[in-house]
């Protein structure tokens, strides 16, 4: 498969890198800096999912190499601007800035990137679109003690999905939305109850067995769906 990972420099992405790369596929590894990532093999590729000439460049770079692109993974993600689980995320300190920035990587980024790369994945085998969700995206399940900008840019990145779905089901791509558990990356910390490895063959093993008529699904990495 010809597959592009955002975020693969390290954490989930990077997994997803190591274990398509393993198999054989053509994996093209976007990060921020461009720089080769620790999955041998990969292509690396400068992608900044929160800039739109990042987006075109990235896109006009891989349309050099390949023609079409079988699976898109929209991983990129960012927990807070200011460090630390829960900082920025306090009732009282909510700010504009903090929740455009984060919105910009976890919702608008996908949908953008998405978008340009919707040319080479219509042209695809089989081709598929895989957005790195959270549990926390869930509208029915947040208790109130969700995290407020995180929680809405992932509720929002699944919105955004359900809405391309439509328009690319008529081009043949199927879209799927997953949750990764609670994963020992920066992000997730160390005391999270996943390593990189488990998390990540689940969601391969979805993004696989992920069929059209389940368009825009979402599943938890284990395979259950989860409530929207
Ligand atoms: N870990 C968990 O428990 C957990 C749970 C639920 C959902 N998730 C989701 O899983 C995905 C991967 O998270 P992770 O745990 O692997 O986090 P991570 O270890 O913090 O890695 C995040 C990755 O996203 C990249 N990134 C951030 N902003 C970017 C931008 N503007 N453009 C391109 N890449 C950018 C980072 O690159 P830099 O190195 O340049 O910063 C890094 O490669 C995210 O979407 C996250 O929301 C994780």
């Known amino acids: ?27 093209f590894a976007g990060s921020r800096n461009g720089d080769p990532v620790d999955a041998p093999g990969t292509v690396p ?19 050099r190499e390949i023609d079409a692109l079988d699976l898109l993974i929209n ?29 910009r990587v976890n919702s608008i980024g996908p949908m953008l990137v998405a978008q340009r790369f919707t040319d080479l994945l219509s042209r695809g085998a089989n081709p598929k679109l895989a957005n790195v969700s959270s549990g926390y995206g869930s509208v029915s399940r947040n208790d109130g003690h969700f995290p407020h900008h995180y929680s809405a840019s992932k509720a929002a990145l699944n919105q955004y999905m359900r809405s391309y779905a439509a328009d690319a089901a008529k081009l043949g791509i199927t879209v799927v939305i997953l ?23 689940g969601m ?8 059209p008529r389940q368009n825009s699904a979402w599943f938890n990495y284990d395979g259950q769906p989860v409530a929207w």
């Open 1 to 27: 498969m010809r597959i592009l990972i955002t975020g693969a420099n390290r954490g989930l992405g990077l997994e997803f890198a190591k274990q398509y790369a393993r198999r054989g596929d053509r994996v």
């Open 45 to 63: 590729v400068r992608l900044d999912v929160a800039d739109e000439k990042s987006i075109d460049a990235a896109h006009s770079a891989i349309g």
């Open 75 to 103: 991983n990129a993600g960012i927990y807070s601007t200011v460090g630390g689980r829960f900082s920025g995320e306090t009732f009282g300190s909510l700010t504009a800035d903090e929740a455009a920035a984060i919105f």
């Open 179 to 201: 949750s990764p558990g609670w994963v020992r990356t920066d992000m997730g910390g160390r005391n999270a109850t996943l390593s990189p490895e488990e998390s990540v063959s």
């Open 204 to 211: 391969v093993r979805i993004i696989e067995e992920i069929t």
